[in-house]
């Protein structure tokens, strides 16, 4: 099983749903991360979380929230879905102790279609 | 702030010819530096990566990489690639931001493997 495990993987929906996508790790670890994947674009980061009480935005938050339930679980949120945030989105976890490097664990992603 | 530059956006090669995929990025501290690499329809996966030490790095599957400080380089290599590592590859830096470091990542460079 993967250690970092994205739901749904694949999802079509309409603008002006709402959307939730999910992600769970059995790493341990305490940071977790959602970042979009754009062609040609690279990755970019949406929001991060150091713990269950700690939610920070990242370089494009707009349009989007998260939720940290516990350590190991992370949702993105998208209140009203637009055709633009049709992406290819990953969740990442990486560890605070033993040498904070920024190295990242990722999911195999979920492919949001927004129509 | 810090920026990753992978000028080239697709790099085609024939099987067992030698490749370089270029990563440049923007820094005058001590960074970590990774090469992370999306085969189709996966998630990221680390390839390789910088933290100190030697300046060359490799991989289990053959590829190398080697910091350069002087010039803020970081390409990857391979002397004789085959079709199996078609994939997208994306370099990444580890920036120092809000006390703890997180990674930029480049825009990636497509290599597909020609027979």
């Known amino acids: 099983d993967a250690d970092v495990t994205q739901t749904p993987r694949n999802r079509i929906t309409k603008t002006g749903k709402r959307i939730m996508l999910e992600c769970s790790q059995t790493?341990?670890?305490?940071?977790m991360y959602w970042y979009r994947q754009d062609p040609g674009l690279g990755l970019r980061l949406i929001y991060y979380?150091?713990?269950?009480?700690?939610?920070n935005k990242g370089e494009i938050s707009d349009g989007y929230s998260v939720s940290r339930q516990a350590q190991a679980k992370f949702s993105l949120s998208l209140e009203s879905a637009i055709p633009n945030q049709t992406a290819l989105y990953f969740c990442?976890?990486?560890?605070?102790?033993?040498?904070?490097?920024?190295?990242?664990?990722f999911g195999e992603g979920s492919r949001l279609t927004v129509l | 702030a810090q920026s990753v530059t992978q000028l080239d956006s697709q790099v085609p090669v024939f099987e067992e010819a030698p490749v370089e995929l270029r990563c440049n990025y923007s820094?005058?501290?001590?960074?970590?530096l990774f090469w992370y690499v999306q085969y189709p329809n996966q998630g990221l996966q680390l390839l390789l990566k910088?933290?100190?030490?030697?300046?060359l790095v490799e991989s289990i599957n053959g590829f190398e990489a080697e910091f350069n400080k002087s010039q803020t380089s970081f390409h990857l290599r391979k002397p004789s690639v085959h079709i199996s590592d078609t994939a997208e590859y994306f370099c990444?830096?580890?920036?120092?931001?809000?006390?703890?470091?997180?990674?930029?990542f480049g825009s990636g460079t497509r290599l597909l493997v020609r027979p």
């Open positions: 979380s150091f713990d269950v009480k700690d939610i």
């Open positions: 820094s005058s501290v001590s960074v970590y």
């Open positions: 990442a976890t990486s560890e605070a102790t033993g040498g904070d490097t920024g190295e990242l664990f």
């Open positions: 990444a830096v580890s920036a120092l931001m809000d006390s703890s470091y997180k990674l930029i």
């Open positions: 790493k341990g670890h305490d940071r």
């Open positions: 910088y933290l100190s030490g030697s300046t």
